[in-house]
C-alpha cells in the first residue's frame, strides 16, 4: 500500500508561483511513475504532468513552459512547481503513482485571483 500526502497548495495572484509537494510512503518510490492531475469545479479531472523512474517528463499542452515536474527519490517525494499561474489554473490538485496499482492522494487546493 501506498500513502500520498500533497502540500503547498494555496491562494496566489495571477503571474505568481506555487510549489506543490507529493510525500510517498509505504513502497519503493524510485519504481513508480509519478502524476499530477487536477480537477476544477464542474469539470473532469484532467492530467497535468508525468515523470517516469527514468526522469522522462510529459506535459499537458496548456501548462508547457509553464509548470515543471521532479521527483527526489531517496526522500520518496515528488515535487510540481507551477510559474506564471493564471486563474484557469484554480483546482485541487491530486498527486498519482502508478506502478501495477494506482494511487492517489487526497488533494490540495491551488486557487489563482485574477
Known amino acids: 500500500q501506498v500513502q500520498l500526502v500533497e502540500s503547498g497548495g494555496g491562494l496566489v495572484q495571477a503571474g505568481g508561483s506555487l510549489r506543490l509537494s507529493c510525500a510517498a510512503s509505504?513502497?519503493?518510490?524510485?519504481?513508480?511513475?509519478m502524476g499530477w492531475y487536477r480537477q476544477a469545479p464542474g469539470k473532469q479531472r484532467e492530467f497535468v504532468a508525468q515523470?517516469?523512474?527514468?526522469?522522462?517528463?510529459n506535459y499537458a499542452d496548456s501548462v508547457k513552459g509553464r509548470f515543471a515536474i521532479s521527483r527526489d527519490n531517496a526522500k520518496n517525494t515528488g515535487y510540481l512547481q507551477m510559474n506564471s499561474l493564471k486563474p484557469e489554473d484554480t483546482a485541487v490538485y491530486y498527486c498519482?503513482?502508478?506502478?501495477?496499482?494506482?494511487?492517489w492522494g487526497q488533494g490540495t487546493q491551488v486557487t489563482v485571483s485574477s
Open positions: 498519482r503513482m502508478t506502478l501495477v496499482d494506482t494511487y
Open positions: 509505504g513502497r519503493i518510490f524510485s519504481a513508480y511513475v
Open positions: 515523470i517516469t523512474p527514468g526522469g522522462t517528463t
